[in-house]
């Protein structure tokens, strides 16, 4: 069995029809939508970036050893997922895009995709990534 790393970005979000919040608070659930509150929400993600974990280890590797973004990228090996969103977008977008010239090919492909993803969060903080570990 293989493992691998799988960035899933937000793609939209949309009310569960089988909730049973009552019509005259249909307005609250429509509110919470706009400000990212999940009260009858669903989440909907998209894989937008999968690589090998042991590919994913020496990716993150490149990034300053005692940085806050090698512990935040670490959290995926250690506990099995973690969040990204919009209070995380400055830090990694600058210590990734300072690990390019060290990484190679495939990995500063990876930090392309990664930096896009996160100029996406700069542009709508809604959209948040979910990174998980998966046993393939």
Request: with cysteine; aromatic share 8%.
């Amino acid at each position: 069995m293989s493992e691998s790393v799988v960035f899933c970005q937000l793609s939209r979000k949309f009310v569960d029809e089988n909730d049973n919040t009552p019509a005259d608070a249909q307005q609250v659930v429509y509110y919470s939508l706009a400000i990212g509150h999940h009260l009858g929400v669903i989440d909907c993600l998209k894989e937008s970036l999968v690589c090998p974990l042991e590919a994913y280890q020496a990716w993150i590797a490149t990034l300053e050893a005692d940085g806050e973004a090698r512990r935040k990228m670490n959290g995926v090996p250690r506990y099995g997922e973690i969040v990204i969103d919009q209070n995380h977008v400055v830090m990694l977008a600058r210590a990734f895009d300072a690990a390019k010239p060290t990484q190679t090919a495939e990995q500063q492909g990876w930090s392309q995709a990664l930096l896009d993803m996160l100029q996406a969060i700069q542009q709508e903080p809604a959209i948040y990534l979910m990174v998980r570990r998966r046993y393939d």
